[in-house]
Each structure stands twice: as structure tokens, then as C-alpha cells.
């Protein structure tokens, strides 16, 4: 994701934090987290977020985070990606932001 952020996407400087879930249980890599009576399924890139943004971090931190950890994906765009994952797990409610500290100027 280059340029300006996609409607819906979080930007690079977006900070995000885990939500607290009720229970989660970890294997492989993937996780199942229990919040609010639902039971969501994470993958590895999802639950190495969760784990990671626990006390706040931000999408370019995350994707560096990322990139350490399982290397560039295939289409070579780690923020892009990122970004995707971040806004995955905002929607389904298990990430939120604290601040979006997008440059007023544009």
C-alpha cells in the first residue's frame, strides 16, 4: 500500500492495540480467540499481531515486525499486506485504534 490510505485501510502511521479477549488458545503458530461470545479463528500473521500490539503499536512497526518474522510476501508489499491484516482484525473487533497519526496536510 503506497500512497494514500485506501478507504477502510489503516494508514502506516495508524497505532492499533489488542483487544482483550475472554480466553485464546494458541497452536502452531494460529490462535482461536473467544471475545464477546464469538469464537474467531486467527492465522499466524494475525495472531503475531495480536501478540505484538498488546500495548499499542503501529501499522510500519507491525509490518517491520512482520517482515522479521516471516520475510516479505510475495507481491513484495509488507505494509500493504500489513495494513490488510490490521484492517482484518479491526473489523472483526479484535484490534482498536488509539490514535491515527496521519499528517493533516494529506
Known amino acids: 500500500?503506497?500512497?494514500?490510505?485506501?478507504?477502510?485501510?489503516?494508514?502506516?502511521?495508524?497505532?492499533?492495540?489488542?483487544?482483550?479477549a475472554h480466553d485464546e488458545l494458541h497452536r502452531d503458530g494460529e490462535s482461536l480467540v473467544?471475545?464477546?461470545?464469538?469464537?474467531?479463528?486467527?492465522?499466524?500473521?494475525?495472531?503475531?499481531v495480536r501478540d505484538r500490539a498488546r500495548d499499542g503499536l503501529g501499522v510500519?512497526?507491525?509490518?517491520?515486525?512482520l517482515a522479521e518474522?516471516?520475510?516479505?510476501?510475495?507481491?513484495?508489499?509488507?505494509l500493504g499486506t500489513t495494513a490488510q491484516v490490521v484492517a482484518t482484525l479491526l473489523s472483526v473487533g479484535l484490534l482498536e485504534v488509539v490514535d491515527d497519526l496521519e499528517d493533516p496536510a494529506g
Open 60 to 65: 510500519a512497526e507491525l509490518a517491520e515486525v
Open 1 to 20: 500500500m503506497s500512497g494514500p490510505a485506501q478507504e477502510g485501510m489503516p494508514s502506516a502511521r495508524t497505532v492499533v492495540r489488542t483487544v482483550p
Open 69 to 78: 518474522e516471516f520475510g516479505p510476501p510475495p507481491d513484495g508489499d509488507t
Open 34 to 48: 473467544l471475545l464477546d461470545g464469538q469464537v474467531r479463528r486467527v492465522s499466524m500473521l494475525g495472531t503475531l
